[in-house]
C-alpha cells in the first residue's frame, strides 16, 4: 500500500495522568510518519496537563484535539464533533481505546464514513466499578457492535482469554500486541548495582498511579511483616493518586513513617534511574492489562514479587524471572519479598532473566512493527 495511512486514536476518559500518555505520545513518535499519520483525539477533565505532557514529548499540536467532557457527557455533540473530524481529516483508521470509547468512536465512523474501526483493550472491558445501569448499557450495547470491528488490540493473553469467555469480541478477530518499552542505550548494555541486597538493607519499592486498584495497601500490610527479619529494610511508593492519603495514613497507623517515603515523579522524567535506585519491584494490583511499571522495572533488571493475576502472568515465569503471590495476603507477601532478600544471588538472577525476557518480546520497536502491518492488514482486507 503506497498511500499514506491515516489513523485516529480516540480515547474519552483519560482522566489521570498515566501509562496511556506514554502510550499514545509513543505511537505517535514512532508511527506518524510518510506512510501513517497520527491524530489523537482525547476528552480528559485534565485537558491542559494532557496537553503539556503530549506537546512537551514532541507530539504536533496540530495533531492533537480535544472534545469537551460537556460534549461527551451529551453524547450527541460529541458524535457530531468526532464526525467532522473523521471527515475533515480524511481518517481511514479509527483506533478507539476502551468501551466508552468503543461506542462513540463505532458510530462516529459509521456516520463519517470510516470502514476501518481497531478497538484496544488495555484492562478489563467493563469494570466492576461502573454503575449497574452503565454497565448493563454498555453491554447491550457493545453485544450490537462487537462485530463491527475489524480487530481488537488486547495487551496480554490473559485479556484475550476474558474477552473471548465474555463473548465481548469474536475470537478470530482479536489480536494480542503487548505493549512495548523503550530502553535507553544508556541502560541497555550496563551493569546494574544490587548494593542493596547484598548489604541486606533493600530498598522494596513500587512505581504506579495510588488508586485502589493497584492494591498499594497491600504492600504497606505486608511491610511489619518484612521488617519482622529484615529489619534494615526500606520501602518506597512512587506516584500520584486518589488513595495518597489514605495510604499515607495506613502507614502512620502502623508506624511505619520512619521506613517508608512517599514520592511523585514527573512522566515526562526517565523512569530508569529510578528504578535501579529499587532494589526489590513489588507490584500487588488487583488487576492488570499488560502493566508498563512492571515492564519497566524488569527491563532494569529488578526482582519482583507481583500479584498472581492475569496480565501479570505473560511477563512473569514464577521462580524464573520473578514471583508470584497471592498479595491480598500479607504474610505471604512478606514472604516472598524476605526469600529474595535472603538469596540475593536468586534474586539478582531473577532479575537478570526478566531482562531478558523484555529485550526479547516486549520493547517499543516490536510492539510498533506489529501495529504498522495490523494497519496495512485491515485496509488491504477491507
Known amino acids: 500500500m503506497d498511500k499514506q495511512i491515516r489513523v485516529a486514536i480516540v480515547c474519552t476518559s483519560l482522566n489521570q495522568i498515566g ?10 513518535k514512532n508511527l506518524n510518519s ?10 480528559s477533565s485534565i485537558e491542559n496537563e494532557h496537553k503539556a505532557y503530549l506537546l512537551q514529548e514532541g507530539v504536533n499540536e496540530k495533531d492533537i484535539v480535544f472534545i469537551s467532557r460537556l460534549k461527551k457527557w451529551l453524547v450527541l455533540p460529541f458524535i457530531i464533533a468526532l464526525v467532522r473530524i473523521f471527515k475533515s481529516r480524511k481518517i481511514d483508521i ?12 463505532i458510530i462516529a465512523a459509521c456516520i463519517a464514513g470510516v470502514d476501518c474501526v481497531i478497538s484496544q483493550q488495555e484492562s478489563k472491558a467493563i469494570e466492576e466499578t461502573l454503575p449497574p445501569l452503565k454497565s448493563l448499557f454498555y453491554r447491550l450495547f457493545n453485544a450490537c457492535i462487537k462485530n463491527a470491528f475489524k480487530k481488537t488490540v ?32 544508556e541502560y541497555r548494555d550496563c551493569e546494574f548495582s544490587f548494593e542493596g541486597l547484598i548489604k541486606m538493607n533493600p530498598l522494596i519499592g513500587t512505581v504506579a498511579r495510588l488508586n485502589k486498584e493497584k492494591g498499594i495497601d497491600r504492600f504497606i500490610n505486608a511491610a511489619p511483616f518484612i521488617l519482622e527479619k529484615v529489619p534494615q529494610a526500606r520501602f518506597l511508593i512512587v506516584g500520584k493518586g486518589d488513595q495518597k492519603e489514605y495510604l499515607q495514613e495506613q502507614v502512620k497507623k502502623l508506624n511505619l513513617d520512619a ?5 511523585e515523579f514527573p512522566w515526562s522524567e526517565p523512569i530508569y534511574k529510578l528504578l535501579t535506585t529499587i532494589d526489590i519491584f513489588v507490584m500487588p494490583s488487583l488487576r492488570e492489562g499488560c502493566p508498563t511499571g512492571l515492564l519497566e522495572a524488569l527491563a532494569s533488571s529488578r526482582p519482583v514479587v507481583a500479584s498472581q493475576i492475569e496480565g501479570i502472568s505473560d511477563l512473569i515465569d514464577d521462580g524464573k524471572n520473578g514471583l508470584m503471590v497471592d498479595t491480598k495476603d500479607p504474610c505471604l507477601f512478606a514472604e516472598k519479598i524476605i526469600f529474595l532478600c535472603d538469596h540475593p544471588d536468586t534474586a539478582i538472577a531473577m532479575g537478570k532473566a526478566g531482562r531478558r525476557k523484555i529485550l526479547k518480546d516486549f520493547t517499543l520497536e516490536r510492539e510498533m512493527e506489529r501495529f504498522r502491518k495490523l494497519y496495512q492488514d485491515v485496509l488491504v482486507s477491507n
Do not use: W
Request: proline share 4%; hydrophobic share 40%; aromatic share 8%.
Open 94 to 105: 479509527a483506533h478507539t481505546f476502551q468501551i466508552q470509547s468503543d461506542i462513540l468512536g
Open 19 to 28: 501509562g496511556k500518555n506514554v502510550h499514545f505520545k509513543n505511537m505517535y
Open 34 to 43: 510518510e506512510k501513517i499519520s497520527m491524530t489523537i483525539i482525547l476528552s
Open 259 to 263: 521506613k517508608v517515603e512517599f514520592r
Open 154 to 185: 488486547a495487551v496480554s493473553q490473559g485479556l484475550k482469554r476474558e474477552l473471548i469467555i465474555e463473548k465481548f469480541r469474536p475470537k478470530e478477530k482479536i489480536e494480542v500486541i503487548p505493549l512495548g518499552v523503550t530502553i535507553p542505550k
